[in-house]
Each structure stands twice: as C-alpha cells, then as structure tokens.
C-alpha cells in the first residue's frame, strides 16, 4: 500500500541519543528534524530515558519512505499537520519498526530469515 496523501510533511524517527532508537523511538510526521526533534521531546522523556532536549535525536527515514506514510494519520497528512505516532505496528521477530509489516507481523528484513 503506497501513499496516496499529498504532504510536504516528512517522517522522523525520535529516540534518546544515548540509548539509541532500539531501546525505543516514536514516529513523527514534521517539515524538519529540528521540529520533529521538538514535537517528540516530550513524549521521549516522559516514557524513555532522555531528560533534556540536547539528549534527543530525529532521524529522517529514508527507506521506506512510500510505505510509512500509511502508518500517519491521513488526515493530517492532508492537512500538512505534524503529528506523533507514539507507538507504530512492530516486527514479531525483531520488534523494530520502520520497514513493512506483512500480515504474519514480520518485517521485510525478518521475512528472508523467518521464512527462508
């Protein structure tokens, strides 16, 4: 399933620096790094580890762009407004996000091992 929502909004993956995005990471739909870094900050340190601003990352995601569109709420994709996904549809085998989920919850990237 593709994108079919205009937007000039861009997905971000929002996580605390010094644990890194495995330890946990939200989804953020915003123009630049720095706004999503901003929108995610309080959702980061109220559940995970970081405590200041400067302790928090975003990450464009770049390689699945046309896919992870269809996890954002299309309305405000729509509207161009930035939002959080606090919690996006993880891999049964890695428990990561940011690749396809087929209908067996596995990722892209866990199918050629689970499967092969």
């Known amino acids: 399933m593709m994108n079919t929502v205009e937007t000039k909004l861009k997905p971000y993956m929002v996580y605390d620096r010094h644990w890194g995005s495995e330890e946990g990471a939200c989804l953020v739909f915003h123009f630049t790094s720095r706004q999503a870094r901003y929108l995610g900050f309080r959702l980061v340190t109220r559940h995970w580890y970081a405590h200041d601003y400067i302790d928090v990352g975003a990450s ?3 390689n699945s762009t046309p896919w992870i569109y269809t996890v954002g709420n ?4 729509k509207a161009n407004e930035p939002h959080v996904i606090e919690s996006p549809d993880t891999c049964r085998e890695c428990y990561m996000w940011g690749n396809p989920i087929d209908d ?13």
């Open 104 to 116: 067996n919850d596995v990722c892209e990237e866990c199918e050629t091992v689970v499967y092969d």
């Open 60 to 62: 464009l995601i770049k």
């Open 74 to 77: 299309q309305e405000k994709l």
